[in-house]
């Protein structure tokens, strides 16, 4: 390998110059079963850096092959080792503390290297003793300066590794593919990495991708991809930062907004608001069970009309789609599935078996009673059990690796209880409340804490007589001259939307804005033009932003795959899925990580009650003209 003869002529060079009294380098030796992310991994750093010291290593390694390795016997802290693609610079050029090492080609002249390195004889000698000696030698190394626009150069391709990746071509990939795959477009790719451009891609090259896994140091900022038409000011109006912030973060932006960006977006952290970084560890590998009512004892699997089954598959669709996609970012996943048949007794069966204690996390059951079967089978090993989709209180259930990854009514409620309060700014408050035998005491409880907003105690209350309010009645409780907020407690859907519609046709001289403590199970049958005269809020454990580029990209990564388009289900089943999984890929404990948000679920980890983990992660959600948007 001349790449032998280079670092031997590294360190004579050294000698002769009194450039370095150590070398900073040093060869290894490969042992059996050895791989280069084996090696990488013992050596601390990442396989990427190994293969820049050693270029003429395109696949593997096998034993007893020699390589390069760095000296952490000497201190390297200021002394960085770039390989970069600068135009002129050839595969075995290799920059070392602002200096080239060229490998000396056939054919080359000495004419030939001045004039492509922009440098004087005299420099090449002074750095090259012995070139005086024996001249261009094929195979040998030069050591070369580099000019200043070539310093310019490494500090951009600098800056610019911090927010990418290398990603290795893989055989029948294309630009187009690629540029998908990461959320960017080609022109975008093209600009990472400049000699695509004209040269094509080759299987097995080494390209610059955007970096998707943030460090938790970066967690102070969200991270955007430039849409087609984005401008600073489009940018400034959507995250309320000006411009020069962004510059600040993105000093890249200062030749303009180009489409395909990956841009660090400043934003204000509270304390209790840390927004959870994804991250995924170097060799990183998750055991996974997934317990399903598939009943697939049955003689007949009826898609059409077992709306459990539709719910089960769906689900499990999506998940998986969410594990290929963990996968792909270089987390290892074993994954394996179990038929609950929606049994208390089938799943307390399977979640006795010794295997259990393997797992990383137990992903279902999706029903409180064969969730509770499992829990007393793993309280005391080592899975966290994940209730995937069930809204009820789980806090009698007593296993504190217990985990609802779905808001609770409760939860809801309470989001909607503290929005309230944080926006209430003496407005004219009215009450509505359900027919006094049909309130719980909780929801009694709530009035109360809903009356404690008006401290000069002039809001209005009133009650249905029949289940039903007369339009006259709720008239002379609006005020034309100051916001009306009329607060609906109860689930009395028919009251609900007898309300919103009867306030749907009060004149416009009126400002309405109508809350909800929970989604009533009928508003889709309610005409939005009503939910938007009435601003109609309500809390939400998901939210399908159908302007989501993310929410787009994966319904037709689903449609490809299935040949459909996904149900709330498939997407609940991938936010499920991919946020617990790639939290485990940065730490075991859920408390604490922060907020993440995923395609239509907002994630937040508390713990419950009872000691159990509970996502309290809500959206509050309002009409604004037809459109359903969160709200500020």
Not at 188 to 201: A, M, Q, T, W
Not at 318 to 341: C, M, N, P, R
């Amino acid at each position: 390998m001349k790449i032998y003869i280079f670092f031997l002529i590294l360190f004579i060079s050294g000698i002769f110059t009194s450039f370095s009294q150590q070398k900073k380098h040093k060869t290894y030796k490969v042992n059996k079963g050895e791989t280069i992310e084996i090696i990488a991994k013992k050596l601390s750093i990442t396989p990427y850096d190994l293969l820049k010291l050693n270029p003429d290593v395109r696949n593997n390694v096998v034993e007893n092959d020699i390589i390069v390795i760095p000296n952490k016997e000497i201190n390297n802290s200021n002394q960085k080792v770039e390989k970069i693609s600068l135009d002129y610079l050839t595969d075995k050029d290799i920059i070392v503390d602002n200096y080239i090492y060229h490998e000396i080609q056939k054919k080359e002249t000495l004419y030939s290297i001045l004039k492509k390195y922009k440098t004087e004889i005299n420099v090449l000698n002074k750095l090259n003793p012995l070139l005086l000696q024996k001249g261009l030698q094929f195979g040998e190394v030069l050591k070369i300066p580099l000019q200043q626009e070539d310093l310019a150069e490494i500090s951009r391709i600098s800056e610019q590794k911090k927010y990418t990746q290398p990603y290795i071509v893989k055989a029948k990939e294309t630009k187009f593919g690629i540029a998908k795959e990461h959320g960017i477009s080609i022109a975008y790719l093209e600009e990472l990495n400049p000699k695509i451009k004209n040269d094509g891609l080759q299987v097995d090259d080494v390209i610059m991708v955007p970096r998707h896994i943030v460090d938790q140091s970066q967690s102070k900022y969200a991270i955007h991809t430039v849409k087609k038409m984005e401008t600073f000011y489009s940018l400034s109006n959507m995250y309320g930062v000006s411009k020069e912030e962004l510059i600040v973060a993105n000093p890249e932006l200062k030749d303009g907004v180009k489409e395909g960006m990956l841009l660090k977006i400043p934003k204000v952290i509270n304390e209790n608001d840390a927004v959870f970084a994804d991250r995924i560890y170097e060799n990183k590998k998750l055991n996974i069970a997934m317990m399903l009512p598939f009943r697939k004892k049955n003689d007949t699997l009826d898609f059409e009309n077992d709306r459990l089954l539709k719910i089960t598959t769906d689900f499990y669709l999506g998940s998986l789609i969410a594990i290929d996609s963990l996968k792909k970012q270089g987390l290892s996943i074993h994954l394996k599935v179990y038929d609950t048949e929606n049994s208390a007794y089938v799943s307390d069966l399977i979640s006795k078996k010794s295997e259990f204690n393997n797992y990383d996390a137990v992903i279902g059951p999706l029903f409180l009673k064969n969730v509770a079967a499992v829990s007393k089978n793993i309280k005391f090993k080592k899975p966290l059990i994940i209730s995937p989709i069930s809204a009820q209180d789980h806090s009698k259930i007593d296993n504190n690796n217990l985990v609802q990854s779905k808001a609770t009514n409760e939860d809801l409620t309470k989001g909607m209880i503290n929005f309230l309060k944080s926006k209430y700014d003496n407005q004219n408050l009215i009450i509505i409340e359900d027919e006094e035998s049909k309130l719980s005491q909780n929801e009694k409880s709530l009035i109360n804490s809903i009356h404690s907003l008006d401290s000069l105690k002039n809001s209005s209350v009133l009650k249905p007589k029949k289940g039903y309010i007369k339009l006259d009645i709720i008239k002379t409780k609006l005020d034309s001259l100051n916001k009306n907020w009329i607060v609906l407690v109860g689930e009395d859907d028919v009251l609900i939307a007898d309300v919103i519609h009867n306030l749907g046709v009060i004149p416009k001289k009126y400002d309405l804005t109508l809350f909800v403590l929970n989604k009533p199970k009928g508003l889709d049958k309610i005409d939005n033009n009503f939910l938007a005269r009435v601003n109609f809020h309500y809390p939400t454990s998901t939210y399908f932003d159908e302007h989501s580029a993310l929410l787009k990209q994966f319904d037709n990564k689903y449609k490809k795959k299935y040949y459909t388009y996904p149900s709330k289900h498939a997407t609940e089943g991938f936010d499920t899925t991919y946020d617990i999984l790639m939290r485990l890929a940065t730490d075991s404990n859920l408390i604490d990580q922060g907020i993440s948000h995923r395609l239509v679920t907002k994630f937040s980890y508390i713990h419950n009650t009872s000691g159990s983990i509970l996502n309290h992660g809500i959206f509050i959600v309002k009409y604004e003209g037809l459109e359903l948007k969160i709200t500020e």
